[in-house]
């Protein structure tokens, strides 16, 4: 399904190198050598870059780490952990998810970030020479990479806790979804716009660094998208329910009973665990009050929204 390798297998978590983080770190040694050799760091500006790059790439897995051990804690599937252009995603399912959990998981992946970026800030004090370059610059990066994240916008973490935050006051993911992703639109407009006047600078690395910052834009921007459109599957499961789409006709013979009570997610769970054209739906009492065809489902979901 996704490109890439797979280098770890960490508490049930496939951790998956993407291609597009290699071309990141090539990029990012390039731009930040020339940045290292004006700083007089050690003796070799592109070894130093490419240290520095490591020293990153192992911050933004502790950033996802965090992410997956909260996670796994709640009790949640984690399928795998991607590491990529913007840094990392951890694909997080469960059954057993709501706001406070969503929160949880989303805002401990920046807090990681900040306390590793103080810490590398706090080791460039006591050393020199590269070493010191390379913490303060992994350091300072981390603190960036914690605010940043923080911001409300779809797919970054803020966004998550301000989706989480809004379906625990309305009730409605799709809700939270909705206003979360258009602010991760924004954001990622606001990014194009901070780029495009970083064009203009002066300084002899603002075209490298204006267009690392567009690749972030573009980054930011299908990932609201795509949340967006998540959002909108979302609603339209909401929407469904047993009793609303039920036929008062008798069900067929050996038609599976599934509870008329059923809506949304767990509606559409119960129809997978068992594939059927009919389904017999029963009250509480285990009396059948009706029939349920898969196909009235299937029209109600596509004509939803
Ligand atoms: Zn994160």
Do not use: C
Request: aromatic share 8%; charged share 15%; no cysteine.
């Amino acid at each position: 399904m996704s490109g890439g390798w797979r280098i770890a297998r960490i508490a049930g978590a496939d951790i998956r190198v993407r291609p597009s983080l290699l071309v990141m770190g090539v990029i990012l040694v390039i731009v930040f050598a020339p940045q290292f050799d004006s700083l007089g760091a050690g003796p070799n500006p592109y070894l130093t870059s490419i240290v520095f790059v490591l020293s990153l790439y192992v911050s933004v897995f502790l950033h996802e780490l965090a992410h997956l051990g909260v996670a796994r804690w709640f009790g949640m599937r984690v399928p795998m952990v991607e590491l990529h252009l913007l840094g990392g995603e951890t694909h997080i399912e469960g059954d057993s998810r709501n706001p406070w959990q969503e929160l949880a998981t989303s805002v401990v992946g920046p807090i990681a970030s900040f306390v590793v970026g103080i810490a590398a800030l706090w080791g460039a004090q006591a050393t020199e020479g590269a070493t010191r370059s390379v913490l303060w610059s992994v350091g300072f990066i981390n603190v960036l990479i914690a605010i940043f994240n923080m911001l409300p916008g779809l797919p970054l973490d803020g966004g998550r806790v301000l989706r989480a935050l809004i379906w625990a006051v309305t009730g409605s993911e799709s809700k939270g979804v909705r206003v979360a992703g258009w602010i991760g639109r924004l954001a990622a407009l606001g990014l194009v716009g901070i780029a495009i006047s970083m064009m203009f600078g002066e300084d002899a690395f603002a075209i490298g660094r204006a267009l690392l910052l567009l690749a972030v834009a573009l980054f930011l921007w299908q990932g609201a998208s795509y949340a967006l459109q998540q959002g909108v599957a979302l609603a339209r499961i909401g929407s469904l329910s047993a009793s609303s789409l039920m036929r008062e006709d008798a069900p067929p013979a050996g038609a599976v009973p599934i509870s008329v009570e059923l809506s949304g997610r767990d509606l559409l769970l119960a129809m997978a665990e068992n594939p059927s054209d009919a389904y017999a739906l029963v009250d509480d009492g285990g009396f059948v009050v009706g029939t349920l065809f898969a196909s009235t489902v299937d029209r109600a979901y596509r004509e939803a929204g």
